[in-house]
Each structure stands twice: as C-alpha cells, then as structure tokens.
C-alpha cells in the first residue's frame, strides 16, 4: 500500500464541474482507501494498492465518462512533494503567489529552451524534473506569464498549486 497525492487539472473552472463528495466516491470505487480531498480544485490524499499511474489514468478515464470532460491527473508521494517544496528555488514573498506546477512527465532540454520565449515581465519559472516552479511578482490574478502558454511549449500537462496548498495537503497526509 502507498500513499498518493493526487491533483487534477482545471476542475471546478470554466464549466468542469466536480463535487468533492462524488470525486471521493469515484476515487474509492477505482481502489482508493482513506481518500481525504482538499478544497474543491481536484486534490486528495489517498491510500492505493497497484501502480500509481494506471490508477492515474483511470481516475482521468472516470472523470471522462462520468462527467463528459477530460482532465489529466497527476500524482506524487509525500516525499516527493516535500522534495518540490525543498527545491522551490525562487524567494517566497508570499505563499499565494509561489507555485509548483506538476507536470505529467519531465520536459525535454528543447522544450524548456522554446517555453524561454514566454513572456514573463517580473514573474519567474524554472522547470527541475517533473515540476516547474512559478513565482508570480504580484500574484498569479496580475501576472505577465501566461502558465498556459509556458506548459504548452514544454509539451506536458500541468497543473498548478500554491505553496500553502501543497504543505496543506502534505499535512493532511500525516
């Protein structure tokens, strides 16, 4: 048994409605045990048997035939989650405004080197292994990078937190 942390992206935006209650129980009938979620963006703690990312895939499987949208789903162990944090290389002015971006896999050097086109006024971003660290100057709600842009020219999906959700979800985890 293994704990994961899971994050799926962009839910309970732009029309892509997911109930925390029905995304536990959906979690639970794929094998999830002790599933807890955290706020209603698509995150959860859980317990698993079985290989993380077949369960990932199911988990988007699930999301796709239940609710008609599809979403990637990322997912990390607590470790590796503290190891994100630890690496945040940018100074924190503020929680709400650093971000670790999960990334479905790690960018090629091509790809980080094309994403250096993005621009980004005062915000910065560095891409270490499967994560891209964020650190908007005034917040995300005013930011000259455009997440979006920058993980399509790294070519993997992405789904983004802020460092108060990431050490919220790091406690949950016990």
Request: glycine content about 8%; proline content about 3%; cysteine-free.
């Amino acid at each position: 048994m293994a704990q994961r942390i899971l994050f799926v992206r962009a839910v309970n935006v732009g029309g892509a409605s997911l109930p925390m209650a029905e995304f536990r129980e959906l979690l639970g009938s794929l094998g999830a045990r002790n599933v807890r979620t955290y706020i209603a963006s698509g995150n959860a703690v859980l317990d698993l048997d079985g290989d993380p990312d077949a369960f990932d895939r199911a988990v988007e499987k699930g999301l796709t035939e239940r609710y008609g949208y599809v979403r990637e789903v990322m997912s990390r162990t607590a470790e590796e989650l503290r190891a994100a944090l630890e690496a945040h290389p940018f100074e924190v002015v503020d929680e709400k405004w650093s971000y670790v971006s999960f990334l479905a896999g790690e960018p090629t050097p091509a790809a980080i080197e094309a994403a250096a086109s993005v621009k980004t006024g005062d915000d910065l971003w560095q891409v270490i292994g499967r994560e891209l660290h964020l650190r908007y100057a005034n917040g995300a709600g005013t930011a000259t990078l455009n997440q979006e842009a920058l993980t399509r020219k790294l070519g993997v999906p992405a789904t983004a937190r802020n460092l108060r959700t990431v050490r919220a979800l790091l406690a949950l985890s016990g």
